[in-house]
Every structure is written in C-alpha cells, then in structure tokens.
C-alpha cells in the first residue's frame, strides 16, 4: 500500500485517522473512514453490516424528511412479509430473471423442510400485488400508493462494499397503482423529484435525473428513472435511486383489474419506486477526505461538537473550570436552539486528539474555548468541509451558528456540483470518449439508444479488469440541442438523445 | 357456527360488519375484526401478514412514543445484519436449544449452495454480541445501549394467530453491556416499566409486572421479566414483552471482556429487552366488541370522524351544502389543534352505512353535522367504546375535543383494568385453581416454585385440547402476604412467593 507524503504528515501530526489518502487507494479510503467514524462495522456475514449509531442516525433523519413528504402526497406507510413463494415471484418472468441469480433461499424450519422454497425479498412488487388484486376492484379503490420501510437482501457474487454493494441494505419501497397511464407517470417522476432533494437537500449531494436504457431498466418494468451520483476521485459514477413505471406489466401477471365506472374492467397502471441506504454510502465518498468522514449538517448526529482548548498544567483551575462551564453553556443553549451539540469535555484525550477524533467522525462545525476566549467578545470555530477557521460572536450564538450550517450545507453542495460538472466531458467523437474515461471523467456523447451499441461500448471500453462504461441515464434536461447531422460516436449510427456513460459502480 | 340473537340483529340493522360475537367465537371475531377494519390482511405465505395502513400507523405510534423514551435514556439506534451464521447462533447452547425448532433457515443463494447455513433472525443476542466483544475493551467503553427497530421470523408449527402468533413480526430488541450486575438489573426493570407505560398509556391496556417462572424465561437468560395481559372473553392470558437480564451467560460465550481501570479483565454484565407488534393484537382483543375493532386515541390513524346527516331528498340544497361545508371546517379546525380527524363527505353510502363503517375501524370519537346542528351552539356526538352520546358545544371545539380523547383514553383503561382485576382469583387450594380456570380465570396461588410443581400444574389443567395453565409471572408487587403456614394449592409443599397461573396464548 503506498502512502502519499501528505498523509503520512497527517499520521505523524496527529497519531489518529486515516492511514490510506482519497487519492491514493480510494477503496482502502472508504472502507476506513466508514469502520474508523465508526459508521458501521463489518458482521459475520460477507456482505452484511452493521450500522452503527453515526450511521443509522443519517438514515434516520432521511426517513423523517420523506416520512413528511410522502404524508403530505398521501401516501401510506404498511408492511408487507419478508418471504415471498417460489411461485409469486415466478409469475413476471422478465422480473424473476433479473433477480434470480441473487435470491436468498428459505428451505428448512427447524429441521423441516418447506414444500414451497421461500425467497427472501429482493423487492416486493411479486409479495405486495397478489393483495393490490384483493383490494382493488372498482375505480373508487385508486389511487392506492403504499409505501414501507424494510430490509432486503440480494445476493450479488460481486465484490460487496459497505453500504454500495452489500447483500442485506435498507430502503423504502413505494408501490403505487392508478386507474391511468397519466396519472402513474407522473408520479414516478414527482417522487424521483424527491429522490434528487433528498440527496441535494440532506445529503448535500448533486444528482442527474434521467431515464435508464432499455438494457438498464428494472426487470419487469417498462421503464426506469433514475438520479446519477459521480465520484470523482474513484471515475465512476452510481446510481442514487430509482423510480420506475411499471405499465400494465404487473399487473397483468397479478390480475390486478379495476370497474372503470363505465362497467368496463381494466388493468391498473402502476408503479415503484425506492431510495436505500446506499444513499449514506455515496454522501461518504463525496464528501469525504483525508482526514475521514464529512458530514452535511442536515444528517449529521452531532452537528457542533464544542471542545475545551488551551488549558496547561499551569492553568489556573479556576479558570480550567470556567472554561469547561462555558463550554457546557454552549451546547446547552445551542441544543436548546435545536442544533445538535455536544461538548467534548474528557480530561483523558488532549484537544489535539479530540480534534483529529471529532474531524474523522466528520462534525460540521468545531467551536472552541480557551482562556482567551473566557473575556472576549467572541468564539474560536473551524468547519470540518473546507477547513475554514474563524470567530464567532458570543451575542445572538443560536443565530448565527443555524446560519453557519446553512451555509456549510449550501458550501458543501457547490463544491460537489462544480466537481460533478467538471466531470462531464461531451463527446461527439471515439477517442473524446476513451479519453474522457481514461481521466475518470463520463462522457455525454449524441447516442442512438440502440442495445447492440451499449453493449459495444461497454466491451470496447473495458481494459484491465476494470469494469466498462455503462448508460448512466438519458437525462431529462437535455445539456445541448441534438444537431441533426450527429452520429453516435461508438456506432456513427444517427443519434437520438445526450446519453451520460461512465464507468459504474 | 352459532349466531346470538343480539349479533343476528346486529347484522340485519346494519348489513355491515362482523357476522360473528366476541363472546361466542372469539377466535373467528378476532380475526375478523381485524381484517374487515382493513388493520391487517393475510399473505400467501401461512402465519405471515400484512400490516395495512390503518393497522401500521398504531406501530408507527408505539415507535414515535418509544423513541423518544430511548433517547431520553441514552440508548441509540443501530442495525444488524438479518442473518446470522449458524455456528453463531450456536454458541450459546440453551439459547440455541430454545429457538431451534423455529429458525428459518436460508440454505441457497440462487442456484448456488451455501458454506454455511444462515439463520433468519429469531432475535439477535447472538448476531450483535460478536460486535460487542470487539468494540468493549474498557470500562469507557461501557455502558453500551443499543436498540434496533426490526422484523423477526419464528417459524412456529402452532396455530398461527394474526400478530398473536405470527412467524414473521416487527419489533425492537435492545442490547445493553454495562461493568456491573447493578446497572444492568436496573435497567431490566426499567424498561419493563417503559413497557407497562406502552402498554396502559398508548394502547389503554393493564398488564401486571413480573418475574417468569425458571421453566419460561428466555433460552439463555439469568432471568426473564414480563408484563402480562388478559383477555377476559378468552380465558387467556398473554404475555405482553419482556426484558431479560443475561448476567455474563453471553459475554462469556461471546467472549465479551473490559478492563475494569484496576488492571482486571472482566467479563460485561448484559441485558436485553424486547417489544413487538404483538401489543396491537393484544389491545384489539382487549378493546374491540361486536361492532368491530375499538381504537384507544393516542393510537389511532384517525381519532375523530365527521360525518354529514339528516340530508335527504328532500334537503335544500344550500342547507345540505353548509353542512358539507361545515364538516370540513370542524376537520380543519381539529387537525390544526393537532387532533387526527377526517370529514367522510362521500355521497354514495347513507349515514347508516358509514356510523357502521367508522365504528368497525373503531375510529374513537363521532361528531355529526345536521340540518338541526347548523343554526344550534352545539353537535352530536358519539364515543365509540361505550356508546356514549351526546351534545358538545362549538365554541372551543379543540379544547372540548382534546379533553374528551383524554376521557376516551382513561375511560377504556379503567374498564380494561376492572375486567382484569376481576378475573384473578385467589386460590390456596386445588379445587379453587380448577373452577378458575374451568369459569376462564387468572389464578393467583401461593406457589412453591418447583419446576416439577408447574409441569404438573400444567398436565392437570390441559383438558379438551385446551392447553393447560401456565405460570405468567410471580408479580413483583405481592397481593397479599404470604402466610408461613401456606402451602403449594398444587404440591402441598412449602409456598415461596404469590404467583398467577393461567391459560395463556
């Protein structure tokens, strides 16, 4: 493992943290500022893991967020059994054949084997529509849109990574059906709207919306939507969430039929759509540096940590213990205000470890106290994204320090949107594009959406075990007009529509 | 299936509702009641179901009031992974032994067979504990109080039993490893009374604290307290949750050991308590009657219904719009004092039908709007749990509302807890204990605590395929003192302490 000169200062400096640099070995990077801001750990099970506090508490405060947005749609919370029959989820045939190779199987209770193999969910649309035919018999039962919250395992053979690629994860699933077409579609691009906030709004994290290629839609679908993360320092890209339109496809297979009012049956249109803990996992790489986690505020456990500073063995103990006081003061009045603080008064640890300890957990915001802070008029402070540092007024503390994580939040968006920008390269010809991927960038080439040439691209642009360029998505907000004497530069076929491609995750 | 004249009648009045009464067919209306009140819904998986929104939103409740109890403590949120290996779950030996016979077991990973089989969790002592032992070193790490809000799977081969008896179940499961017996007994006793609290101050339901025979305490504890609930109309009690205190049986099969900050290695005192949805079956039990399900306020999605009435055909159609108008301006009014209310404005059912429809989802409280309430200072009103009607006055309609929600609540305690002290009936001889149970009784006897004692207590009792009489708990709170020259009723030897025995589910 090679170790950048910057770093290895950073360890001689502070004896804490990362042993591995972003830049150098962004895999090793993440794994340990995931482990070491004890976000989560690893289990017995390869694959699975377990979050921690730190990490569990993000996913908390996005459950909470769309808990909200979803009551004001009127959609629904329930919860629907974890195993599913063998022949529930044989009967979409296209929808079994994406998942199959990654069911986990029930096959014995105790010491008894069951008739019917169970699988254990990897999404519900084959547990959850066999009831949707119960229910739904006249067009007073639609819109019927549910929602739940659950885990589901899919066993992926491919190398897991905490949180991006784990073969137990968390989510929400929506599941909605309708009495049109019209009125399905629209909401899956109102919730995919959603998805892209809570990514920007919490996680501080910018996304592209976009439909999927034919060949990267959900089995079963007619159609996917999707938001695209980027990491740059990594060259790949990740999907965020998705939201798909199911068309009359499920419901089809699941007969689920509505009295249309006009004594005509008809197949409901449907659709689902789901967000996971995945979503932690991107925020982690996006945000994160040497030093370890970055956390945006809005998600954040603790949002301000207040330590006490420059107290000697020479201190006055009068003064040692008016400045921890002070520092209680703080984050009582702070936690008051409804800022997350906590105030780090340990007599065992030395402010330089308890900073490098609180900048690996990633904290937004340091406020410090020390003597000479007692009779000034101000606070010492430091923002973990940008390393700025400065002083805060006393007077009026509640105010100004929302107004700071506004703006860390609003900072912390910038910096990752300018970076994602930078990361897109237009590409009207072959070697624009390989280029482009070589320097770990995605190109947006003027494609022809046909299969033949995804699949092509995605061999040709696949060099030492590195995984090739896939569709990202067609965005929805197309960058540039289409000229009509544009070929796609992989096929020189004509083209249909800006494509993003990158490496993926 | 025997019909009684007041349910026939019931039927006929109505053509809505439950065809069979609480008192003839308990099993039959528990179940109905739950599925016609659209709480819950079977699956195609037997012993599995659906939470359904009306009946979800109850859990969502019990979550939002426990969460804040858990905060307030200090224990935090976490997530485990949902499968355990096997060789985990069987290192401790009595713990593996008592869930066995109910563990699913995942075997395949698509086509591919496992190393390893994987346990479906049946609760998670030995999935969380291999953590603890490495993230305990020291007494600063400790205490550790983790909770995780989670599904279950118990494959019981019994009678399944809509969230009485289910194999797969929601609940919490907390964690907890401190350096002394003291602080963890303490803590098992504390969150047994946050459970009475659930219990009595959530769903309106009386249990009784204890401490569960030897025979009956959690696979692997020292000991098992519990809150024990009774269902008059069934003759069964029912074990409501239950906090165990695990002395360092775990920690040292799990290996989980602290420097105590005298240099000696100990092993960490444990503790760990659950909450399921089970509570919700209970508390439809409990409160529901022959209309349907009966909702305690605090938990219900909708605790006021306003409905229109007195509009006929022959209404003017200004009068029958101010009504309209006026039950949306009451549902306004409430909602924005905070209280869950809905206006059912449908033209297509009679008010008849929907007084049915609304009493069968047990919505708490029924304000009506006629043509008589328009120009008068007050509406009618009906309590759903105990027929109550009435007249409230308009002006300071959120306070009048809020009040009675809070009578609601205490009322159908009260009535809950008078039935329940009703039916323990203290027995110091044999004879006593069988016409109890024989008239569907609690007994309460001077036991003698012997194993052998309450095997036998339970083959005398079983009779007509009716499981025989449990020990539910020995009541911490004593009823009466024991007197030295008390004997077993059962065995004649010696008595220990006053416990209640019962057919229980």
Sequence with gaps: MR???????????????????????????????????????YSDVSGCYILRPWGYAIWAHIQAFMNTEFKSRGIQDSYF????????????????????PEVAWVTHAGDAP?????????????????????????WRDLPLRLNQWCNVVRWEFKNPQPLIRSREFLWQ???????????????????????????????????MEGVKSETEKFAGAEYTTTVEAFIPEAGRAIQGATSHGLGQNFSRMFDIKFEDGKGQLQYA????????????????????????????????????VVLPVGITTRTDSAISNRIRQECQTIAAQLNAGGIRTM??????????????????????????????????EAYSYAVRYDGTKGRMLKSDLVNIVTLQLESIHNGMLSKARKKYLESIIPATNWDTVTQALAAGKMCMIPWCEEASCERSIKERTSE??????????????????????LSCPACSRPSKRWTLFARSY
Tied chains: 1, 2.
């Design 3 to 41: 170790i950048s000169v910057r770093l290895y200062q950073a360890i001689k400096a502070k004896e804490l943290g990362l042993t591995v640099a972003k830049r150098d070995d962004f895999s090793q990077w993440y794994t340990q500022s995931l482990i070491r801001s004890e976000m989560l750990d």
């Design 81 to 100: 059994p974890l195993l599913i029959p063998e022949p529930a989820i044989q009967r979409e045939q296209a929808h079994l054949e994406g998942f199959s």
């Design 114 to 138: 069951l008739n019917v193999r169970l699988a254990v969910r990897p999404t519900s649309e084959t547990a959850i529509y066999p009831a949707y035919s119960r229910w739904i018999k006249t």
């Design 173 to 207: 699933e929506g599941h909605s059906a309708f009495a049109s077409r019209e009125e399905a579609d629209a909401e899956v691009r109102d919730i995919l709207g959603l998805y892209r906030r809570v990514f920007e709004e919490m996680l501080a994290v910018p996304v």
């Design 269 to 304: 249109w449907q659709n689902s759509w789901g967000f996971t803990t995945r979503s932690i996992g991107v925020m982690a790489m996006v945000h994160g540096d040497d030093q370890g986690m970055v956390l945006p505020p809005r998600v954040a456990t603790t949002q301000v």
């Design 343 to 376: 105030a780090d008064l340990a007599e065992n640890q030395t402010p330089g470890w308890k900073f490098s300890h609180w900048e690996l957990k990633g904290v937004p915001l340091r406020i410090e106290v020390g003597p000479k802070e007692l009779d000034s």
């Design 464 to 485: 030492q075990a590195i995984a090739g360029a896939k569709c990202l998505c067609i965005p929805f907000e197309q960058p540039f007009e289409i000229l009509s004497n």
